[in-house]
């Protein structure tokens, strides 16, 4: 079995099927179905996002200001 969501409402013969709706139907009905029109495939585990990730954030650095080297005066 394949999940659809459907992008447009259809309905025939013994169904009705609202824009939205996720269906499971076998996989080969399921892909004339999801021709990207009437009905897309909806995956099953879910997508990688950014809050999904162990990795840190990447942050802006300040430029750290030039250093001056000191000059020594003596006065003797």
């Known amino acids: 079995m394949a999940r ?3 992008l447009t409402s259809v309905s025939g013969a013994g169904f009705a ?3 939205g709706e996720v269906i499971d139907l076998p996989g080969a009905e399921a892909s ?3 021709d990207g029109v009437r009905a897309e495939m909806v995956r099953d585990e879910a997508p990688e996002t950014p809050e ?3 990795a840190r954030p990447e942050r802006a650095t300040r ?3 030039a250093r001056r080297t000191r000059t ?3 006065t003797k």
């Open 72 to 74: 020594e005066t003596r």
């Open 17 to 19: 099927w609202a824009s």
């Open 63 to 65: 430029k750290q200001p």
């Open 52 to 54: 999904a990730t162990t």
């Open 32 to 34: 004339q179905w999801a």
């Open 4 to 6: 659809i969501r459907m």
